[in-house]
């Protein structure tokens, strides 16, 4: 298992839009995002900040992947 990287808000958004999420609502400073097979996982928006370890770690397991599969979803930002 990798270690789990250092990760901006935007960057992680754009790699659950590539993974098929799409923004279900957002109150305040924290947005749903749900994927069309019922996952789903809050992200807090907040730009320029770093998302911490067991936020991202939550995340993932939100996901139903591993920090390896994550981690090449981020990899293919273009």
Do not use: W
């Not at 839009?17 to 907040?46: C, E, M, N, W």
């Amino acid at each position: 298992m990798a270690k789990l990287p250092v990760v901006r808000t935007r960057a992680l958004v754009r790699a659950l839009l590539r993974l098929g999420f799409f923004k279900h609502h957002q109150v305040g400073s924290h947005a749903q995002f749900k994927h069309p097979d019922g996952r789903r996982t809050t992200v807090y928006i907040h730009e320029g900040k770093d998302i911490g370890k067991k936020t991202l770690k939550g995340i993932i397991m939100d996901l139903n992947m591993t920090v390896d599969e994550f981690i090449a979803a981020l990899k293919n930002q273009k």
